[in-house]
């Protein structure tokens, strides 16, 4: 599934709106315990691929970035956004 990023990055020089997409997978299994019928209570745990490339600008107030100009570090080197890795969530589920 793909989704997009919106990223707001601000400091004393001003403010930078990025935004980028790509593709996220998520893979996760999970146990649920049901003490009564209307309640459920879980542990889901997975692994997340999440990782977006490129980032462009959508909005800058910082004169040398400008609209669509890709996110870069002071190497001039792509900054990846990687939200990629292992999941663990407590589950509660109620049945009405």
Request: negative net charge.
């Amino acid at each position: 599934m793909k989704y997009n990023i919106n990223y707001t990055y601000a400091n004393n020089s001003g403010m930078v709106k990025t935004s980028g997409v790509d593709l996220f997978v998520d893979i996760s299994g999970k146990i649920l315990y049901e003490p009564v019928s209307f309640l459920a209570l879980g542990l889901q745990t997975g692994y997340r691929i999440a990782n977006v490339k490129e980032m462009k600008v959508t909005e800058s107030n910082i004169t040398n970035i400008k609209k669509d100009d890709t996110l870069k570090d002071a190497d001039d080197n792509i900054i990846e956004f990687d939200y990629s890795g292992f999941l663990i969530q407590g589950l509660i589920l109620f049945s009405f």
